[in-house]
Every structure is written in C-alpha cells, then in structure tokens.
Nanobody, 123 residues
Framework: QVQLVESGGGLVQPGGSLRLSCAAS????????MGWYRQAPGKEREVVAT???????NYADSVKGRFTISRDNAKNTLSLQMNSLKPEDTAVYYC?????????????????WGQGTQVTVSS
C-alpha cells in the first residue's frame, strides 16, 4: 500500500501565500507523475499543476505565474508554493501521484490520492 499525507492548508487573506506539502510512503518502487488538484464547493475536481519525474511542470492557466510546483525524488515529496492567493483559489487541495508498486510479486502502476487539505482565501 501507498499513503499520501498532505499538510500546509489553512486560512489566508487575499494576496497572501501558503505552501502545501505531500509525502508519499509505503511500497514504492518508483514514482512517475505527481500533481496537485483542487475541488471547490459545487464544482468538479480540477488540475492545478503537475510535474513529471524529470521535473517538467504544467500549470492551469488560472494559477500560472502565482503557483510553483516542485518535487524531491529522493524523499518522495511534492510541494506547491502558492503566492498572490485569490478568493477563487479557495478549495480542498489534493495530492495525486502515479506510483510503480509491487503487488503479490508483480510490478504495477497505480494512482493514489491524498486525503485533501482545505485552503481558504478570505478577508
């Protein structure tokens, strides 16, 4: 099994900053892509940013220039630095990772989600 533990959410004023972290642990052979997604009340989950194991990143247009995704392959961690936060960034943020893991002696690729962390941007 693989576990993802997120941290760093909270309440911040518009224009402020937060840093989210995600740590993957368990039966991990290697990790492919990692990413952050978010879901606001009444809306579908959407991608915020992703990063490949080679370090190539992609961002949703709504966060480009404000958010920075990074990963530490040695520690199996993922971070999201969020600057210039806006009320529309309010959502539950989820970490996602695609992992190569061993199940019953077979190497397989699976996706995992974290439990989510609340980010609220409000004055």
């Amino acid at each position: 099994q693989v576990q993802l533990v997120e941290s760093g959410g909270g309440l911040v004023q518009p224009g402020g900053s937060l840093r989210l972290s995600c740590a993957a642990s368990g039966s991990i052979f290697s990790i492919d892509a990692m990413g952050w997604y978010r879901q606001a009340p009444g809306k579908e989950r959407e991608v915020v940013a992703t990063v490949t194991n080679g370090g190539r990143s992609n961002y949703a247009d709504s966060v480009k220039g404000r958010f920075t995704i990074s990963r530490d392959n040695a520690k199996n961690t993922l971070s999201l630095q969020m600057n210039s936060l806006k009320p529309e960034d309010t959502a539950v943020y989820y970490c996602n990772t695609v992992v190569w893991t061993v199940v019953a002696t077979t190497l397989i690729k699976r996706g995992y989600w974290g439990q989510g962390t609340q980010v609220t941007v409000s004055s």
